[in-house]
């Protein structure tokens, strides 16, 4: 899963580009949800939130990391549900 950093200028921008709706305003700026955001996988080629992003706040969260496999996994289950 990817995180969003304290950089965030809360522009709103990641959120509506998120395929899994697992970007959302926080208290102080804004989250992803590790357990909905596969980085993509299954949609895209790219993370969309870490292309739009201004200021380049979005990087890999190193508590979550995950292999491809267990990313389409995810994928599988969220689009299942
Ligand atoms: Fe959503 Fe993709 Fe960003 Fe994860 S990488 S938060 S799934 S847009
Ligand atoms: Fe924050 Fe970047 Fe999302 Fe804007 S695009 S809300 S700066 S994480």
Redesign the pocket.
Known sequence: ??MITDECINCDV?EP????D??SPGEEIYI?NPN?????VG??DE????QVCPVDC?PLDPARKETQQQLLEKYRIITAA
């Open positions: 899963a990817l990641c580009e998120c395929p899994n697992a970007i992803i909905l955001c596969t980085e993509c949609h895209f993370p969309q939130c870490q979005i």
